[in-house]
């Protein structure tokens, strides 16, 4: 079975730096694209960026190319999101996902960032 | 703002259908045969309902049904159920390699 389980909910402080996890279980972690959703409160869902954990290959949406960094470590099947200087408008839920051809069939359970001063 | 345009809402009584529309150019919804949609009630995480346009994962009810023609997608709702009051989402693979998602549309059951 499939699965993907994101590390908790955190509550940060704007400026501070934040890397939150998905690991990757039930299948060979390095063959499959991974992905990053992020869904502000009360909005709707928005791709960040995908990675091939096999090579590194990393493809951003544009509006957020700069903005963080998605990164995979396939020895321990675990895709990363990372921010170096969160703001207010960072707080969202935050999904990983498995694009399986063209569609998103796998999501983890979710992780909350809350970002306030 | 998404590439893909869906309408903000629609409604419906028990037991009638609905259609929810998912608008895009040819270098997405109608460039590949890989459009799909998501059901999420609030607080929950996204499931998806229909996958490559018109096929349906095992275990999601029949009264889903997808389609499309030429640069618009549509996801049938047949049989309006009180469950079926939530957020759904279309989604399509793009010219660059990625995928991009609508900006979702509420269902509300009368």
């Known amino acids: 079975e499939v699965q993907l389980v994101q590390s908790g909910a955190e509550v940060k402080k704007p400026g501070e730096s934040l890397k939150i996890s998905c690991k990757g279980s039930?299948?060979?972690?390095?063959?499959?694209?991974i992905g990053w959703v992020r869904q502000m409160p009360g909005k709707g869902l928005e791709l960040m960026g995908i990675i091939y954990p096999g090579d590194s290959d990393t493809r951003y949406s544009p509006s957020f190319q700069g903005q963080v960094t998605i990164s995979g470590d396939k020895s321990i099947s675990t895709a990363y999101l990372q921010w170096s200087s969160l703001k207010a408008s960072d707080t969202a839920m935050y999904y990983c996902?498995?694009?399986?051809?063209?569609?998103?069939?796998?999501w983890g359970q979710g992780t909350l960032v809350t970002v306030s001063s | 703002q998404s590439a893909l345009t869906q309408p903000a809402s629609v409604s419906g009584s028990p037991g009638q259908s609905i259609t929810i529309s998912c608008t895009g150019t040819s270098s997405d919804v109608g460039g590949y045969n890989y459009v799909s949609w998501y059901q999420q009630h609030p607080g929950k995480v996204p499931k998806l309902i229909i996958n490559?346009?018109?096929n349906r994962p095992s275990g999601v009810s029949t009264r889903f049904s997808g389609s499309k023609s030429g640069n618009t997608a549509s996801l049938t709702i047949s049989g309006l159920q009180a469950e079926d009051e939530a957020d759904y989402y279309c989604?399509?693979?793009?010219?660059?390699?990625?995928?991009?998602f609508g900006p979702g549309t509420k269902v509300t059951v009368l």
């Open positions: 039930g299948y060979s972690f390095s063959s499959y694209w």
């Open positions: 490559d346009v018109t």
């Open positions: 996902v498995r694009p399986g051809g063209g569609y998103f069939q796998h």
């Open positions: 989604s399509s693979y793009t010219s660059t390699s990625t995928y991009v």
